[in-house]
Each structure stands twice: as C-alpha cells, then as structure tokens.
C-alpha cells in the first residue's frame, strides 16, 4: 500500500512553509497596526458649527482665572467681606 500523502521531494513541506511564514508576517504586522492604533491618539478634524458654548454645560466662576487655580481668588466668607464689623 502506497501512502497518500507521500513526497520524496518534500515540494509539499517548502510551500506549506512558505504559506506559514507569509501568514505569520500578515498576521504581525496587522497585530502592529492594531496596537499603534489603539496606543496612538488620533488627530479629527473639528466640526465648525460655530457655536460659542454649549448653556447645558457648566461655565467659569465669573472671579475666577480661566485656569482655574483656587489660590487666585480670594475667598470671601459669610454675606459679605467686613460687614458688621466694628
């Protein structure tokens, strides 16, 4: 009984090689891809609808710096600063 499969030129093994290696390539390179995709912040353009700001969102303390820093505005306690004192 002679076997199915049988190459004495082992032609079968070198292109089922080859086959692997490309696979293998694709399959890194498309993994790369993936991982610089998702590391990678992207650039989107913006949308241009002019609209100034958005009344639903919360805005700036009007005594407060754009930053923000807390130690810019003095804090006043009470109804008002001094009042009612001597």
């Not at 049988?6 to 292109?15: M, N």
């Not at 805005?59 to 810019?72: K, S």
Request: glycine share 12%; proline share 14%; aromatic share 4%.
């Amino acid at each position: 009984m002679k076997p199915i499969f049988y190459d004495p030129t082992a032609r079968r093994w070198r292109t089922a090689k080859r086959v692997a290696l490309v696979a293998g390539v694709v399959l890194c390179v498309l993994m790369g891809a993936l991982i610089v995709g998702i590391l990678v912040n992207p650039v989107l353009p913006t949308l241009g609808l002019g609209l100034k700001s958005n009344p639903h969102l919360p805005q700036a303390h009007p005594l407060r710096p754009a930053n923000g820093r807390p130690g810019d505005v003095p804090v006043l306690h009470g109804p008002a600063a001094g009042a009612g004192r001597p």
